[in-house]
């Protein structure tokens, strides 16, 4: 007997939904003090990540969500939109498939059919809508990423047609059908043409019929071109004026999780992973005594440390054996695609580097840089401690979750070995044995 789709998705989410504990200390200054940050940096970040998982379930050309993040501001712009709406529309265009990682999942919870992507788009737009919730512009796109599949005849999966369907979702729907169709990565004069032919065709079936007269006139060859192969890094920062604004460190543990059970979502093995590195890097926070920005800090960069594994594929994550010498190598360059994908976010430098060093090793024999202890600082330090320890505390296909005491022995000798911090060693020893 079948399962029912959305079950498989409730049943593969019910662990990673589970706020971890946060302690009473912590609580109480979340809500004194804000921190600023660029939302939207983060966002595009994220996309491209998640372009990584689309492109290897469905194909989709590469930056696919900042290409339809860019179309849709376009179009935005030529609407009227000011700069806090074009922003929102943005964020929202560029998370429109976030729940991705949630069909990795459900596959393998209760492997249905595999164009279930094309066959029933209901589950992956509740689970996107439900997580746009952790994100602090929610109010200013609700529905848009449950209704971003409707189709102006009401023909698409909730059944809505054009006047029942917010803007902004007609405005993702054109674009990403758009992107999907002609993969616009590689314009040519001669797929531009066949892409308003085919607008054309569908104008009132799946197209509202005024956005494919704003479409024609906002894209001219020459502008949507701009939005092609490797020009959207740049065109679409300069399509949208970057600013910061100021969240509370409570908002920002929301949407950090939210990262977070994205990442881990990717892989069976690793289904806490993140999720578990950002908890124990904020418990260590509290430990060493660090004010409530710092520990919301380093929840953040825990939740985004392992974001390049979204870039690997799945043959190898989900691999029950141990790796080739080949596949390793492969596995290895998540680290440098965490770099990659973080890199830009220079209002955060600091939470960028204490979680893209977490596979450095003091003595220099670690990856991506080779970075030796003169070169690491504290929190750097701390991160890789604690990426191993949680590695070591988790369910592996080749193992069974070692106990506390068994784990900081293991990470005894390698602080022996000069490849970690003895002292942070130590420290988490005295931390994570106790109850919170």
Excluded at 103 to 131: I, Q, W
Excluded at 226 to 245: F, R
Excluded at 368 to 394: H, S, V
Excluded at 404 to 421: F, L, W, Y
Aim: one cysteine or more; charged letters at 25%.
């Amino acid at each position: 007997m079948k399962v029912p789709l959305m079950r498989h998705f409730q049943t593969a989410a019910s662990v990673l939904t589970h706020r971890l504990p946060i302690s009473k200390n912590l609580k109480i200054l979340l809500m004194e003090e804000n921190m600023k940050l660029c939302m939207n940096g983060m966002l595009y970040a994220l996309s491209y990540a998640l372009d990584s998982v689309e492109g290897e379930l469905l194909g989709v050309s590469t930056h696919h969500a900042e290409r339809v993040a860019y179309m849709c501001v376009t179009m935005g712009r030529e609407l009227g939109y000011d700069a806090g709406k074009l922003s929102a529309l943005a964020g929202a265009a560029v998370m429109h498939d976030n729940a991705l990682t949630e069909y990795v999942a459900a596959r393998r919870s209760g492997g249905f059919m595999d164009n279930v992507l094309t066959t029933d788009l209901k589950p992956h737009c509740e689970l996107g809508e439900k997580n746009m919730h952790s994100l602090p512009f929610y109010e200013d796109v609700t529905d848009v990423v449950l209704y971003h599949h409707e189709n102006a005849d009401g023909s698409g999966p909730f059944g809505k047609k054009t006047d029942e369907t917010p803007l902004f979702s007609r405005l993702i729907h054109i674009a990403d059908q758009a992107d999907n169709a002609f993969h616009l990565d590689a314009l040519t004069p001669g797929k531009y043409d066949e892409l308003l032919e085919w607008m054309q065709l569908y104008k009132g079936r799946m197209f509202d019929p005024e956005l494919v007269s704003l479409f024609g006139s906002v894209f001219r060859y020459d502008v949507l071109e701009k939005a092609s192969g490797q020009n959207i890094v740049t065109q679409l920062p300069a399509a949208l004026p970057v600013y910061e604004s100021d969240y509370s460190n409570e908002t920002v543990l929301d949407f950090a999780t939210l990262f977070a059970r994205i990442t881990d979502y990717k892989s069976h093995f690793t289904s806490v992973h993140s999720q578990g590195c950002a908890w124990k890097a904020r418990r260590m926070g509290e430990y060493y005594g660090y004010d409530s920005t710092v520990c919301t800090k380093l929840y953040l960069a825990g939740a985004l440390h392992d974001i390049g594994k979204l870039t690997i594929s799945n043959d190898i994550l989900e691999k029950p054996d141990k790796l080739t010498p080949e596949e390793f190598a492969i596995m290895k360059t998540h680290a440098q695609a965490s770099w990659n994908i973080l890199r830009d976010l220079k209002d955060i430098p600091d939470i960028v580097a204490w979680a893209c060093m977490h596979h450095e090793k003091l003595d220099g024999s670690g990856y991506p840089f080779g970075k030796k202890a003169a070169e690491l600082d504290k929190n750097e330090r701390l991160m890789a401690c604690i990426d191993i320890y949680q590695a070591l505390t988790e369910l592996r296909p080749y193992r069974a979750v070692l106990p506390h005491e068994k784990a900081i022995c293991i990470m005894r000798g390698m602080a022996a070995d000069e490849k970690i911090d003895p002292d942070i060693t130590e420290d988490i020893d005295q931390c994570m044995r106790s109850p919170v």
